[in-house]
């Protein structure tokens, strides 16, 4: 594994020539705790081992995502498929440990949890969901594959693209316009995402603080608990402190 | 130093503000507002002020009106939070604080509602306002006549001056001497900033941009029983250390310590009309699925751009057959929203952008119309502080999903972001309605608002932006990203001199029912590019002060019953003296 420089910006998107990331699979291992995929800057920084910090109804709504997995119950077995897939592909989680986006969102819809507003041209967000799953079928249809589910990565990948930027046709797509579509549902799938403690690991947060809060904002400053990341560190000072033997 | 100045700075934060105990009366041991001694009228019990909606105008007006004996009963469609067991610090847990029910928006370019702008519950929208309450400046109040654009108000910014330093005492108020608009100090002292505001602040300077820390409705210091901020980052999501101000804790208990009635959960579906006399007589509302109806002498409608324009839209009669006080078709016209894009900058060092409250750091230097820019008006750049979820959908505002998007957020520690208040113009076809065949869970038809922009608004927008990009430029930021959104609602229902063109006098009274009022930021013609929250705020503070004045136009004779029920009782009992 190459050492990266997290102070220089070259690994962002925009600054490299194919606007591309590079793969994640350069990234440390998580040691403590679990991220999405098991890569993450902060290896060692786990937020849960900071859960009894927390307040009670603030520790008992995180921990109930972690340890509760919600059942499919709003979206019929093939819907669930095919927008599993979909979830799974706009979050990037291509192998386990996967934080359960689609469950997530399926539990908010079952309970009927709307966001308080509605586009005019527009079907409730619901009905959105199920209709995106038809319109992904469809979109991939005119790529040539039987379905969205069945069709290759880079056919899917090509069909996201397109809702992304508005660009679907057909069927559905001339119905319920595409972009607000990706909307309504990027909406529903990031709050999810990271709304998951296994996403706060990954990116470093510090999480909720109440009530000890937060005291050290300056340059580089951080809490005495909060993650340090990976590439701040002498390897083998810390393997020494960590006790781990060379291999 | 002259004494004067030394006394103040002696004295800073120690001022308690004159006729109002909130701060005192909440209990040091936990946050919820004690609600044992409240008063409880019955709903035959013809009150002096029914108010529908407590928030920030709402729960100012009860507090004040209160104070001066009035009987006032509040009719709050959400709950009566308890910060202890209701508030957490999570994002996505804070579902609960927002204004969820369906509804539709439209137009050609249509705003988000919801968690981006609309309130529910005891407290109303400042529960989950990031906190910022700077006032409007003297130009507001007159852009007809300075700029050739929007309306002029009938009120002039000094009529709410002494409202404005007031109610800065009593949230309070923290921030740096402010040089913007009309010159003024702080109550508070400026809280400390993160390394983020630091660096777009160097970033500004260098371009001659003076930001400011503040000005924030959070204590710096305890303050009655009201701990310091903690530095959380939860602003968003509700104070659940009550340091930062909303009508909860500033103005609700000492309403209720003087009598007024906070009956949360009850939703008010029509204002009722006495078809012969043109007076309103009370309100119909919903409580734990039962429809009641309180008697009122005067009825203030407080519940915000949208669904006050509902309200008196769903409030059909023989004399209203369009809504109430809408004859001259001005309800729900010319709502607002101020244009609120984001830019985000990346830095080589960590910033952690979620410590702190995220309102730090303000600029008001591009407030006013400056013609060599080629808009009318101006805009404010404030900070944000956006927390895992809301950076998420500013990734992905630039256009990046999938890998791209886990980098960006792999990457959350090393931003910092600025936000834009862009003043959008009040049209008249921006406009709230009820859409006839859409429901809520009452049956009660739904709010439908189109929103369009015009040209300067775009300009204006565009400028912004641009101005911000430049900051994190002349700051060092190594990348950018840029997403668009709305931020605050008013408008709607707004005071002119002119009944054709308005809903309301500059008393707040509607031109065509002598005891309905509206007390919230519908009421405002224009909108500054300040957020709103202070200024409805001081609007019913001056609207109390007219009421007491005026009274409302009531029987010569008023009934003055004894209050009973100040004990523990169960259940409401008729009070009626009359």
């Not at chain 1, 109804?57 to 997995?69: N, S």
């Not at chain 1, 249809?141 to 056919?155: L, M, T």
């Not at chain 2, 507002?33 to 729960?59: C, H, K, N, Q, W």
């Not at chain 2, 009508?247 to 006495?274: F, Q, S, W, Y």
Request: aromatic share 8%.
């Amino acid at each position: 594994m190459a050492a990266r420089d997290f102070r220089s910006a070259e690994h962002l998107p925009n600054l490299r020539p194919d606007r591309e990331p590079a793969s994640p699979e350069e990234l440390p291992r998580q040691r403590n705790g679990v991220t999405p995929q098991m890569h993450g800057r902060y290896p060692d920084y786990n937020v849960l081992d900071e859960a009894d910090h927390w307040d009670e109804v603030t520790r008992r709504l995180v921990l109930e995502r972690v340890e509760k997995m919600p059942p499919i119950r709003f979206f019929t077995q093939p819907e669930a498929v095919t927008l599993g897939i979909f979830c799974d592909l706009v979050m990037a989680q291509d192998r386990e440990p996967k934080i359960p986006v689609l469950n997530m969102v399926d539990a908010k819809l079952f309970a009927g949890e709307l966001d308080g507003f509605r586009y005019a041209d527009m079907p409730d967000d619901r009905e959105t969901w199920r209709r995106l799953a038809v319109g992904l079928d469809a979109a991939a249809r005119q790529h040539g594959a039987g379905d969205f589910a069945g069709a290759g990565h880079d056919i899917q990948m090509r069909v996201i693209d397109a809702l992304a930027k508005g660009e679907l046709h057909g069927e559905v797509w001339d119905e319920m316009p595409p972009s607000k579509t990706w909307k309504v549902v990027s909406r529903a799938i990031l709050s999810s995402f990271y709304s998951h403690p296994w996403a706060w690991n990954e990116i470093g947060y510090g999480g909720p603080a109440y009530p000890r809060g937060y005291a050290r904002f300056g340059i580089g400053q951080r809490e005495s608990w909060e993650g340090a990341p990976a590439f701040e560190r002498d390897p083998v000072e810390d393997t020494e402190r960590r006790g781990v033997q060379g291999t | 130093m002259s004494r004067r100045h030394e006394l103040r700075t002696l004295l800073r934060g120690a001022v308690r503000p004159p006729e109002n105990d909130s701060a005192f009366l909440l209990d040091v041991h936990r946050r919820a507002v004690p609600t044992e001694r409240m008063a409880r009228y019955d709903d035959s019990f013809s009150v002096d002020l029914v108010i529908v909606g407590a928030g920030a105008g709402g729960g100012t007006l009860a507090q004040r009106l209160a104070r001066r004996g009035w009987k006032v009963v509040v009719l709050e469609s959400g709950p009566f939070w308890d910060p202890d067991e209701d508030w957490v610090s999570d994002e996505a847990g804070s579902h609960r604080l927002y204004w969820t029910d369906k509804r539709i928006t439209g137009g050609s370019d249509p705003v988000e509602l919801g968690k981006n702008n609309s309130g529910h519950g005891v407290g109303g929208s400042m529960v989950h306002y990031a906190g910022y309450c700077p006032r409007f400046h003297p130009s507001d109040f007159e852009v007809r006549t300075r700029d050739g654009v929007g309306e002029d108000w009938p009120i002039s910014y000094y009529d709410l001056k002494p409202h404005y330093e007031r109610l800065e005492l009593e949230l309070p108020v923290a921030g740096d001497y402010w040089p913007w608009g009309d010159p003024h100090r702080y109550p508070h002292t400026a809280h400390p900033v993160n390394s983020g505001a630091d660096v777009a602040r160097a970033g500004a300077r260098k371009l001659g941009i003076d930001m400011r820390v503040g000005p924030v409705g959070i204590t710096n210091g305890a303050f009655g029983n009201r701990p310091h901020c903690i530095y959380r980052g939860y602003c968003l999501q509700g104070c659940k250390v009550n340091a930062k101000a909303s009508p909860l804790v500033t103005h609700l208990p000492d309403a209720i310590e003087h009598g007024a009635e906070i009956r949360a959960d009850c939703m008010v579906t029509r204002v009722e009309i006495d078809d012969s006399s043109g007076r309103v007589t009370g309100v119909r509302y919903i409580h734990d699925g039962v429809e009641r109806f309180q008697h009122a002498e005067a009825v203030a409608v407080a519940g915000y751009s949208i669904e006050t324009p509902r309200l008196l839209l769903n409030s059909t009669s023989r004399r209203f057959p369009h809504g109430l006080a809408n004859n001259n078709d001005q309800v729900g016209r010319c709502v607002m929203v101020q244009g609120a894009p984001q830019v985000a900058g990346r830095f080589p060092d960590e910033m952690r952008m979620y410590k702190a409250p995220p309102p730090e750091i303000c600029s008001e230097q591009f407030y006013e119309t400056d013609e060599r820019r080629g808009f009318a008006r101006g805009f404010s750049i404030q900070t944000v502080g956006p927390l895992p979820i809301e950076h998420a959908q500013h990734v992905l505002g630039h256009g990046h999903w999938g890998a791209a998007l886990r980098e960006y957020m792999r990457d959350y520690n090393h931003w910092y972001t600025l936000g834009i208040l862009s003043e959008l113009l009040p049209l008249p076809e921006n406009r709230v309605t009820v859409a006839a065949d859409e429901t809520d869970q009452n049956g009660i038809p739904v709010a439908r608002m189109d929103y369009s922009q015009c040209e300067n608004d775009r300009k204006n927008i565009a400028f912004a932006k641009q101005t911000i990009c430049d900051i994190f430029e002349a700051a060092g930021a190594q990348d950018l990203l840029v997403t668009d959104r709305y931020a605050h609602l008013v408008g709607g229902c707004r005071m002119g001199s002119d009944p054709d063109r308005s809903v309301v006098d500059s008393d707040h009274r509607t031109w065509e029912v002598p005891n309905l009022f509206i007390a919230d930021g519908s009421v405002m013609p224009t909108q500054g590019s300040a957020n709103p929250a202070l200024t409805i705020m001081a609007l019913s503070s001056r609207l109390a002060e007219r009421l007491e004045l005026k009274r409302t136009g009531g029987p010569a004779t008023r009934r003055r019953p004894r209050r009973l029920r100040r004990g523990s009782g169960p259940a409401p009992t008729a009070v009626d003296a009359g």
